[in-house]
Protein backbone atom coordinates (compact mmCIF):
# COMPACT_ATOMS: atom_id res chain seq x y z
CA UNK A 1 0.00 0.00 0.00
CA UNK A 2 1.86 3.29 -0.74
CA UNK A 3 1.35 6.75 0.67
CA UNK A 4 -1.45 8.04 -1.77
CA UNK A 5 -3.62 5.08 -0.16
CA UNK A 6 -2.67 5.71 3.58
CA UNK A 7 -3.37 9.05 3.08
CA UNK A 8 -6.90 8.51 1.60
CA UNK A 9 -7.54 5.91 4.27
CA UNK A 10 -6.52 8.37 7.19
CA UNK A 11 -8.84 11.25 5.52
CA UNK A 12 -11.76 9.02 5.15
CA UNK A 13 -11.70 7.99 9.04
CA UNK A 14 -10.93 11.77 9.90
CA UNK A 15 -14.11 12.40 8.08
CA UNK A 16 -16.30 9.89 8.93
CA UNK A 17 -15.17 10.44 12.61
CA UNK A 18 -16.47 14.04 11.95
CA UNK A 19 -19.81 13.33 10.84
CA UNK A 20 -20.08 10.54 13.83
CA UNK A 21 -19.40 13.71 16.23
CA UNK A 22 -21.75 16.10 14.81
CA UNK A 23 -24.45 13.73 14.62
CA UNK A 24 -24.34 13.33 18.32
CA UNK A 25 -24.22 17.18 19.03
CA UNK A 26 -27.44 17.37 16.76
CA UNK A 27 -29.15 15.07 18.81
CA UNK A 28 -28.01 16.65 22.08
CA UNK A 29 -29.47 20.25 20.74
CA UNK A 30 -32.37 18.34 19.09
CA UNK A 31 -33.44 15.98 22.26
CA UNK A 32 -36.61 17.80 24.47
CA UNK A 33 -35.52 20.01 27.30
CA UNK A 34 -37.27 17.95 30.52
CA UNK A 35 -40.31 19.90 31.03
CA UNK A 36 -40.79 21.03 34.31
CA UNK A 37 -43.60 19.50 37.04
CA UNK A 38 -46.56 22.84 37.40
CA UNK A 39 -47.08 24.11 40.97
CA UNK A 40 -49.75 26.21 42.55
CA UNK A 41 -49.59 27.61 45.67
CA UNK A 42 -52.39 29.18 47.10
CA UNK A 43 -52.61 31.95 49.71
CA UNK A 44 -55.37 34.27 51.21
CA UNK A 45 -53.00 37.08 50.78
CA UNK A 46 -53.53 37.78 54.73
CA UNK A 47 -52.55 38.11 57.51
CA UNK A 48 -49.13 40.70 56.84
CA UNK A 49 -46.12 40.30 56.73
CA UNK A 50 -46.94 36.85 56.45
CA UNK A 51 -48.99 37.21 52.97
CA UNK A 52 -50.68 40.35 51.68
CA UNK A 53 -50.84 42.44 48.60
CA UNK A 54 -49.38 45.44 48.30
CA UNK A 55 -51.07 48.68 46.81
CA UNK A 56 -49.16 47.54 43.37
CA UNK A 57 -50.96 44.35 43.35
CA UNK A 58 -48.42 42.80 44.24
CA UNK A 59 -48.53 39.05 46.50
CA UNK A 60 -45.13 39.75 48.92
CA UNK A 61 -44.69 38.62 52.40
CA UNK A 62 -42.51 36.58 54.48
CA UNK A 63 -44.13 32.90 53.09
CA UNK A 64 -43.88 34.17 49.72
CA UNK A 65 -40.66 34.74 49.57
CA UNK A 66 -39.65 31.44 51.46
CA UNK A 67 -41.71 29.67 48.82
CA UNK A 68 -39.77 31.73 46.26
CA UNK A 69 -36.44 30.72 47.49
CA UNK A 70 -37.01 27.21 48.40
CA UNK A 71 -38.43 26.56 44.76
CA UNK A 72 -35.38 28.74 43.45
CA UNK A 73 -33.15 25.49 45.43
CA UNK A 74 -35.63 23.23 43.06
CA UNK A 75 -35.31 23.69 39.46
CA UNK A 76 -37.36 20.67 38.51
CA UNK A 77 -41.06 22.52 39.48
CA UNK A 78 -42.42 25.67 37.65
CA UNK A 79 -44.29 27.77 40.45
CA UNK A 80 -46.94 29.80 40.69
CA UNK A 81 -49.38 31.58 43.04
CA UNK A 82 -53.11 31.95 43.25
CA UNK A 83 -54.53 34.40 45.85
CA UNK A 84 -58.11 33.02 47.33
CA UNK A 85 -60.36 33.10 50.38
CA UNK A 86 -58.98 31.12 53.25
CA UNK A 87 -60.94 28.13 53.30
CA UNK A 88 -60.39 27.99 49.76
CA UNK A 89 -57.14 26.98 50.41
CA UNK A 90 -57.39 24.03 52.54
CA UNK A 91 -60.32 23.02 50.06
CA UNK A 92 -58.04 23.57 46.49
CA UNK A 93 -55.75 21.21 48.72
CA UNK A 94 -57.75 18.71 49.26
CA UNK A 95 -58.85 18.67 45.72
CA UNK A 96 -55.36 18.89 44.21
CA UNK A 97 -56.08 22.10 42.78
CA UNK A 98 -53.50 23.52 44.87
CA UNK A 99 -50.23 21.80 45.56
CA UNK A 100 -48.89 24.02 48.22
CA UNK A 101 -50.36 26.01 51.19
CA UNK A 102 -48.45 29.36 52.50
CA UNK A 103 -51.09 30.99 54.91
CA UNK A 104 -48.53 31.00 58.39
CA UNK A 105 -49.78 27.84 59.42
CA UNK A 106 -49.47 25.90 62.51
CA UNK A 107 -49.28 22.40 63.21
CA UNK A 108 -52.77 20.75 63.68
CA UNK A 109 -53.63 17.33 64.27
CA UNK A 110 -56.89 17.49 62.15
CA UNK A 111 -54.79 18.98 59.20
CA UNK A 112 -52.20 16.82 59.57
CA UNK A 113 -54.33 13.68 59.09
CA UNK A 114 -54.87 15.59 55.65
CA UNK A 115 -52.17 17.42 54.52
CA UNK A 116 -48.50 17.08 54.19
CA UNK A 117 -46.54 19.27 56.80
CA UNK A 118 -43.26 21.07 55.44
CA UNK A 119 -40.17 21.34 57.57
CA UNK A 120 -40.55 24.65 60.01
CA UNK A 121 -40.09 27.66 58.11
CA UNK A 122 -40.96 30.42 61.14
CA UNK A 123 -40.59 29.98 65.00
CA UNK A 124 -43.76 31.23 66.72
CA UNK A 125 -44.48 32.84 70.08
CA UNK A 126 -47.95 32.82 70.86
CA UNK A 127 -49.43 35.68 73.46
CA UNK A 128 -52.91 37.42 74.02
CA UNK A 129 -53.82 40.54 73.15
CA UNK A 130 -55.83 42.19 75.35
CA UNK A 131 -56.38 46.53 75.81
CA UNK A 132 -54.21 48.38 77.49
CA UNK A 133 -56.74 48.61 80.85
CA UNK A 134 -57.61 45.36 80.97
CA UNK A 135 -56.26 43.80 83.65
CA UNK A 136 -58.81 41.25 83.77
CA UNK A 137 -56.45 38.96 81.79
CA UNK A 138 -52.97 37.84 82.51
CA UNK A 139 -52.83 34.45 81.71
CA UNK A 140 -55.08 31.39 79.16
CA UNK A 141 -57.04 30.42 82.09
CA UNK A 142 -58.24 33.75 82.53
CA UNK A 143 -59.73 33.69 79.12
CA UNK A 144 -63.27 31.44 80.74
CA UNK A 145 -66.05 33.60 79.84
CA UNK A 146 -64.49 36.90 78.04
CA UNK A 147 -64.81 37.26 74.25
CA UNK A 148 -63.03 37.01 70.90
CA UNK A 149 -63.42 36.98 67.01
CA UNK A 150 -61.59 34.48 65.28
CA UNK A 151 -61.38 33.03 61.81
CA UNK A 152 -63.04 28.88 62.01
CA UNK A 153 -60.58 26.58 60.95
CA UNK A 154 -57.39 28.90 62.44
CA UNK A 155 -55.06 27.16 65.11
CA UNK A 156 -56.70 29.60 67.64
CA UNK A 157 -60.07 28.81 67.17
CA UNK A 158 -59.45 24.97 67.81
CA UNK A 159 -57.99 25.49 71.03
CA UNK A 160 -60.35 27.84 72.38
CA UNK A 161 -62.78 24.95 71.20
CA UNK A 162 -61.22 22.31 72.81
CA UNK A 163 -60.59 24.07 76.06
CA UNK A 164 -64.47 25.20 75.89
CA UNK A 165 -65.08 21.24 75.81
CA UNK A 166 -63.17 21.22 78.80
CA UNK A 167 -64.51 23.77 80.73
CA UNK A 168 -68.39 23.90 79.95
CA UNK A 169 -69.40 25.30 82.83
CA UNK A 170 -67.75 28.82 81.73
CA UNK A 171 -66.65 28.79 78.27
CA UNK A 172 -64.81 30.95 75.96
CA UNK A 173 -66.91 33.19 74.16
CA UNK A 174 -65.89 32.48 70.12
CA UNK A 175 -67.38 35.05 67.83
CA UNK A 176 -66.51 33.97 64.20
CA UNK A 177 -65.78 36.28 61.75
CA UNK A 178 -63.96 36.04 58.60
CA UNK A 179 -62.75 40.07 59.22
CA UNK A 180 -59.17 41.02 58.70
CA UNK A 181 -56.57 41.32 61.45
CA UNK A 182 -56.27 45.02 61.60
CA UNK A 183 -60.37 45.43 62.47
CA UNK A 184 -59.99 42.31 64.39
CA UNK A 185 -57.67 43.93 66.64
CA UNK A 186 -59.40 47.41 66.70
CA UNK A 187 -62.52 45.64 68.10
CA UNK A 188 -59.88 44.43 71.33
CA UNK A 189 -58.61 47.94 71.68
CA UNK A 190 -62.02 49.32 71.65
CA UNK A 191 -63.17 46.81 74.28
CA UNK A 192 -65.94 45.13 71.80
CA UNK A 193 -64.34 42.15 72.17
CA UNK A 194 -62.25 40.95 75.49
CA UNK A 195 -58.76 39.46 73.68
CA UNK A 196 -57.09 38.08 70.59
CA UNK A 197 -54.69 35.02 70.58
CA UNK A 198 -51.93 35.84 68.35
CA UNK A 199 -47.88 36.02 67.22
CA UNK A 200 -46.03 38.04 68.95
CA UNK A 201 -44.26 39.39 66.02
CA UNK A 202 -47.61 39.77 64.20
CA UNK A 203 -49.16 41.69 67.03
CA UNK A 204 -45.88 43.61 67.50
CA UNK A 205 -45.92 45.14 63.84
CA UNK A 206 -49.90 45.87 64.17
CA UNK A 207 -49.52 48.04 66.80
CA UNK A 208 -46.24 49.70 65.84
CA UNK A 209 -48.08 50.35 62.17
CA UNK A 210 -51.33 51.05 63.43
CA UNK A 211 -50.67 52.75 66.89
CA UNK A 212 -53.18 50.22 68.79
CA UNK A 213 -53.70 50.46 72.46
CA UNK A 214 -53.07 47.14 73.43
CA UNK A 215 -50.66 45.32 75.09
CA UNK A 216 -49.61 41.31 75.03
CA UNK A 217 -49.46 39.03 77.41
CA UNK A 218 -47.21 35.74 77.03
CA UNK A 219 -48.12 32.44 77.30
CA UNK A 220 -46.56 29.56 79.13
CA UNK A 221 -44.65 26.77 77.51
CA UNK A 222 -47.96 24.54 78.81
CA UNK A 223 -50.06 27.41 77.32
CA UNK A 224 -48.51 27.55 74.18
CA UNK A 225 -48.53 24.22 73.10
CA UNK A 226 -52.99 24.34 73.64
CA UNK A 227 -52.76 26.36 70.40
CA UNK A 228 -50.16 24.81 68.58
CA UNK A 229 -45.89 23.63 68.20
CA UNK A 230 -44.50 26.74 67.98
CA UNK A 231 -43.82 26.78 64.45
CA UNK A 232 -45.20 27.23 61.37
CA UNK A 233 -45.05 25.42 57.95
CA UNK A 234 -46.31 25.18 54.68
CA UNK A 235 -48.87 22.58 53.54
CA UNK A 236 -48.71 19.88 50.66
CA UNK A 237 -51.57 18.26 49.19
CA UNK A 238 -51.83 14.87 49.84
CA UNK A 239 -51.63 13.97 45.99
CA UNK A 240 -50.28 11.01 44.13
CA UNK A 241 -47.20 13.49 43.97
CA UNK A 242 -47.34 15.03 47.46
CA UNK A 243 -45.01 12.94 49.14
CA UNK A 244 -42.07 13.69 46.62
CA UNK A 245 -43.00 17.28 46.41
CA UNK A 246 -42.77 17.41 50.66
CA UNK A 247 -39.20 15.63 50.22
CA UNK A 248 -38.43 18.47 47.77
CA UNK A 249 -39.39 21.09 49.77
CA UNK A 250 -37.69 19.95 52.80
CA UNK A 251 -34.40 19.49 50.80
CA UNK A 252 -35.16 23.60 49.72
CA UNK A 253 -35.84 24.61 53.37
CA UNK A 254 -32.62 23.16 54.96
CA UNK A 255 -30.67 24.46 51.61
CA UNK A 256 -32.08 28.52 52.33
CA UNK A 257 -31.34 27.95 56.31
CA UNK A 258 -27.81 26.36 55.63
CA UNK A 259 -27.22 29.42 53.50
CA UNK A 260 -28.45 32.14 55.91
CA UNK A 261 -31.34 33.23 53.31
CA UNK A 262 -33.49 31.98 54.97
CA UNK A 263 -32.83 33.85 58.31
CA UNK A 264 -32.42 37.30 55.67
CA UNK A 265 -35.83 37.33 54.90
CA UNK A 266 -37.06 36.87 58.16
CA UNK A 267 -35.08 40.00 58.99
CA UNK A 268 -36.44 41.91 56.42
CA UNK A 269 -39.92 41.55 57.16
CA UNK A 270 -39.69 41.29 61.22
CA UNK A 271 -36.10 43.30 62.33
CA UNK A 272 -35.44 39.85 63.73
CA UNK A 273 -34.40 36.00 63.00
CA UNK A 274 -37.40 34.15 63.47
CA UNK A 275 -35.86 31.19 61.28
CA UNK A 276 -36.11 27.79 62.52
CA UNK A 277 -32.77 26.29 63.78
CA UNK A 278 -32.32 22.95 62.44
Same mark, same amino acid.
Given at each position: ?????????????????????????????????????????????????F?? $???K???I????????????Q??QY??N?????F???? *???????Y????????????????Y???S??????????V?E????????SD? /?????????????????E?????????????I???????? $??Q??????? #?F??? #?K?????Y??????????? #??S?? #????? *??????????K?? /??????????????????????????????? *???????
Amino acid at each position: MNIRTNYFISALSILTLTVLLSGCDNAKENSPTPQKEKITIATSGAPSPFTT $VNDKGELIGYDIEVVKAVFAQLPQYEINFEVTEFPSVL *AGLDSQRYQVGANNYAMNEKRKEKYFYSSPIFMNQYVIAVAENNDSINRFSDL /KGKSTEVSPGLNYATALELYNEQHPDNPVNIIYSEADLLP $VLQHVETGQY #DFQLI #DKVMLSQYISEHNLKLKSI #DLSNE #DAERI *ASPYSYLLISKGK /KGEQLTKDINQGIQKIINNGELSEISIHYFG *ADYSPKQ
